[in-house]
């Protein structure tokens, strides 16, 4: 999960190219159809980014029962969320999340995912938030070599082993070892997960665990579950991305989609497109991306950033 914030963002307006009574506004790389005379003379407004769940108030009436913000494609254009007033007295770049009552859509586990927590076990292995490239893609370097990774949707896992056994975390919490808790049946699912773990003592395995758990399936079917990496931490430190994949040879990991120079049209159109999860016949949920050489930055910390398919953020619920 990255960062939520419905921030309160400039307004300019663009000719849509289909429809004269609507506008597109441009809010950091994302495209967003308004109508043109709700908007006329504002200068700010407060952008509502997709997967946010809207309040049942008046002022988003206009919704109907379709709460869940989306892509849509409107006269031809596709347009990536919803510009609404800025609340009174808000200035640009303020997070008015609160104000509005605007939440992030969190997909539900199933009943056997939760599971009950245990104590972490020591050390450093904090949970794993990857950030929204549309909003910090500045961040990145024209030509610096990047790998591209597709983002698999599931649920965060982690897993080392401390102190004589095995010990499986969810993104947020270390779970007490259950036969039916999703993490602990990716564990058993997973041929070389538990070995690796035995013999890398003092390295976390971070992936996702996939499958029967969330709307896309990957072709598994009764509930079948599957887990593949997409990190590796040695203390307080990230594994450059190809010694990773040397050290965890004998892991299975998130399909690599491409390497290269660093580039926005490239990069924007590798998000969507089939997964690349062998027996699975559906889109991908999008990608990531990071650096060749692992690297952080003052505003968000390490480096690397995700592209959310729009043929994803449009599907039905």
């Not at 921030?7 to 790389?29: C, K, M, T």
């Not at 997909?107 to 910090?136: H, I, M, Q, S």
């Not at 990774?149 to 095995?166: A, L, N, P, Q």
Request: include cysteine; aromatic fraction near 10%.
């Amino acid at each position: 999960m990255s960062t939520f914030r419905i921030e309160v963002v400039p307004v300019a307006l663009e000719r849509h190219p289909n429809a004269d009574s609507l506008s597109i506004v441009r809010v950091f790389g994302w495209t967003v159809c308004v109508r043109t005379a709700d908007w006329v003379g504002v200068d700010c407004g407060a952008y509502i980014c997709p997967d946010s769940i809207v309040p049942d108030t008046p002022q988003f009436a206009f919704l109907g029962d379709h709460r869940r913000i989306k892509v849509k494609k409107l006269r031809g254009v596709v347009s990536q969320g919803l510009l609404v007033p800025a609340p009174a007295g808000s200035n640009i770049g303020d997070d008015v999340a609160a104000i509005l009552g605007v939440t992030h859509y969190d997909p539900p586990l199933p009943l056997t995912g939760g599971g009950e927590a245990e104590a972490a076990p020591c050390g450093y292995r904090p949970t794993y938030d990857v950030e929204g490239w549309f909003r910090y893609r500045h961040l990145f370097v024209p030509g610096e070599p990047v790998v591209v990774t597709e983002k698999i949707h599931g649920c965060s896992s982690r897993f080392t082993h401390y102190d004589g056994r095995m010990r499986c975390g969810s993104r947020t919490e270390w779970k007490k070892e259950s036969e039916s808790n999703l993490w602990w049946r990716a564990l058993r699912a997973s041929k070389s997960l538990e070995p690796f773990c035995r013999n890398h003592l003092g390295l976390t395995v971070y992936g996702e665990v996939y499958g029967q758990v969330q709307d896309l399936k990957y072709g598994k079917a009764n509930g079948e579950v599957a887990f593949a990496a997409f990190d590796i931490l040695n203390g307080d430190a990230w594994f450059d991305f190809a010694h990773a994949r040397h050290v965890g040879s004998d892991l299975d990991w998130v399909p690599l989609v491409a390497e290269g120079e660093y580039e926005e049209t490239w990069l924007r159109g590798l998000a969507d497109g089939k997964t690349l999860i062998p027996g699975a016949d559906h889109m991908r949920e999008g990608i990531v991306i990071k650096p060749k050489v692992e690297r952080t930055h003052p505003e968000i910390g390490r480096v690397q950033m995700k592209i959310v398919s729009d043929e994803y953020l449009a599907r039905a619920d």
